[in-house]
């Protein structure tokens, strides 16, 4: 294979968002040996279906290379972020190839900045009609003195007026999408020579208009009200934006005057205008993965905004993309799935996912070394559990709490390969925020933060005799009626299987024995339900345990 070389290219502003194939044709006579490769972007979006941006990306259309950009997050007055990344990386000693595409602090706004779109509500204002002022015929007649065919009646353009009286002048204030950390990373290798494609994504802080994203199965649509339904008292307009198409040429000053001054009692005494709400469509997947022809696309995000059928926005945040061709390279002293080795995901045909232990299955569809499983909090302490790659067996494990920055607890990585401690509960002002976050680290490896307090925990996850026991809390208030918790259980990283279906108590407690799978070394579970946000708000949100495993030969 030749030596990777870094090359930076630039996307035409035509060709920004069309997905590029990876350079992945191995050099003559190399056919047989893997070739990979990566590509990142930050940002890429499409506004009012024809101006296209991608300000960060990197690796595209060239053999796999470590490389990076980060450019100005100044990308149009439309969006606007914090910080823009996007790298890759290639080790040849592997074979491993990976990539990386974050936004963060991401804000998306549309008030008053698409002048040129046409919106329902200003077609509505465009259609509006002349309005009609009857004069007094003693003034007619006077008018006529100086104008034989002055009418009788003047007619009035209000259309810029009523455009003026619209809240905000135009579209309601705000994002219309807005993400505290939107980022992906992807990675294919070889491992026990056998190809691996893995992806993950961390989606933090989504709101629309301000309001947190409801993702039910990573998937959101809802309307958006752009500028509610507003009702325009005429007698509140502002007259010097009132035209008058009637031509007053050729009247005095006086009687000019005189006509100007029935235009404010004549508006007042008609009725308000009605102006309709201007409603978009917001549709979400976050995360999104695609995976066809031996490449993994992972997007932490990818959203459309339509408008009156148009389509306003096309935007994928924080986006990775892997791949690979030719054979691995075989290996015969690589771990066996008996001694804990962790088979990757993609060779499933090989070694499936369930014949691997709980801490490799976790493990497994993630391209971290070390992960958080669950942090619970108790009267005096919090838990720590998590899983580390078997290399790390036996090494000590950092627990970071956000807040503070600082370590609040250690833990040594366990045979099985997971590893458990306990840290000081953290003060009551910042323990139901997002401030409350735990990170394991060891060395260069870390997990993704994970956040104290949630609406659904696991307290006990046991196997014996061929059963498992799931039991746990939903948070309070429960929804009304009570909604189904649903148990499932991961036969791969990119499907699960329903294995139960049940309520909970009113105290939101919960106990449930299942069989457990047949031939199954271990098992993973997750458990999801909708509960109330408040005991005030009738709306459902949904909740979700963290993904837990247990290996089910040694219990």
Avoid: W
């Avoid at 300000?55 to 997050?73: E, F, K, L, Q, W």
């Avoid at 294919?188 to 409801?214: I, N, Y």
């Avoid at 932490?300 to 389509?311: D, I, M, N, Q, V």
């Amino acid at each position: 294979m030749r030596d990777p070389r870094i090359r930076t290219g630039k996307a035409s502003a035509a060709g920004a968002l069309a997905v590029t194939a990876l350079a992945l044709t191995p050099a003559a006579g190399q056919a047989a040996t893997p070739s990979f490769g990566c590509e990142a972007s930050a940002l890429r979006a499409t506004l009012a279906g024809s101006l296209a941006i991608e300000p960060s990306v990197t690796g595209r259309g060239t053999a796999c290379a470590t490389g990076a950009t980060g450019p100005s997050v100044a990308v149009t007055p439309l969006l606007s972020a914090t910080a823009l990344t996007a790298s890759t990386t290639f080790d040849g000693t592997g074979p491993r190839a990976g990539a990386t595409g974050a936004v963060a602090g991401l804000h998306v706004g549309v008030g008053g900045l698409l002048p040129d779109l046409q919106l329902p509500t200003e077609q509505f204002i465009a259609a509006l009609p002349p309005i009609s002022v009857p004069l007094p015929p003693a003034l007619v007649t006077t008018l006529r003195l100086l104008v034989p065919t002055f009418p009788s009646a003047i007619e009035l353009d209000i259309r810029d007026a009523v455009r003026a009286a619209l809240p905000g002048g135009r579209l309601a204030a705000g994002d219309v999408l807005g993400a505290d950390v939107l980022r992906s990373t992807a990675a294919a290798g070889c491992a026990a020579g056998v190809p691996s494609l893995t992806g993950s994504s961390e989606v933090v802080g989504l709101e629309a208009l301000g309001q947190p994203v409801t993702l039910v199965d990573g998937v959101a649509s809802q309307a958006l009200t752009l500028l509610d339904t507003t009702s325009i008292n005429l007698s509140t307009l502002d007259l010097s934006k009132v035209s008058v198409t009637t031509a007053l040429d050729g009247l005095t000053a006086p009687l000019l005057a005189t006509v100007q001054g029935l235009i404010g009692p004549a508006l007042a005494a008609l009725p308000p205008i009605q102006i309709p709400a201007t409603v978009a469509q917001l549709t979400v997947r976050a995360p999104e993965q695609v995976v066809a022809g031996g490449t993994l696309t992972q997007r932490a995000l990818h959203a459309r905004l339509t408008l009156g059928g148009r389509e306003i926005l096309d935007a994928v945040a924080g986006e990775a993309k892997v791949g690979r061709t030719g054979d691995c390279p075989p290996v015969d002293d690589g771990p066996t799935v008996a001694q804990g080795g962790v088979v990757p995901t993609a060779a499933a045909g090989a070694k499936p996912l369930t014949a691997l232990s709980a801490s490799a299955q976790l493990l497994a569809c993630t391209d971290r070394k070390l992960i958080l499983l669950d942090v619970l909090p108790g009267k005096r302490s919090v838990k720590v559990r998590g899983a580390a790659d078997r290399a790390l067996v036996g090494r000590q494990v950092k627990i970071r709490l956000r807040a503070t920055g600082r370590v609040v607890a250690t833990a040594k990585v366990a045979k099985d390969g997971f590893f458990t401690t306990t840290a000081p509960l953290p003060s009551r002002a910042i323990r139901a925020s997002n401030d409350a976050r735990y990170t394991a680290e060891l060395g260069r490896a870390a997990s993704l933060p994970l956040k104290l307090h949630r609406r659904m925990t696991l307290t006990r996850l046991t196997a014996t005799n061929g059963k498992v026991t799931v039991a746990g809390r939903v948070g309070l208030p429960l929804s009304n009626p009570v909604d189904p918790i649903r148990l499932v259980r991961r036969v791969s990283c990119h499907k699960t299987v329903l294995v139960k279906a049940f309520r909970p108590a009113a105290d939101g407690t919960f106990s449930v024995t299942v069989p457990a799978p047949a031939g199954a070394t271990a098992a993973v579970y997750r458990l999801s339900t909708r509960v109330r946000k408040t005991t005030n708000n009738p709306k459902r949100f949904p909740t979700f345990t963290l993904p837990a495993g247990i290996d089910l030969d040694r219990r």
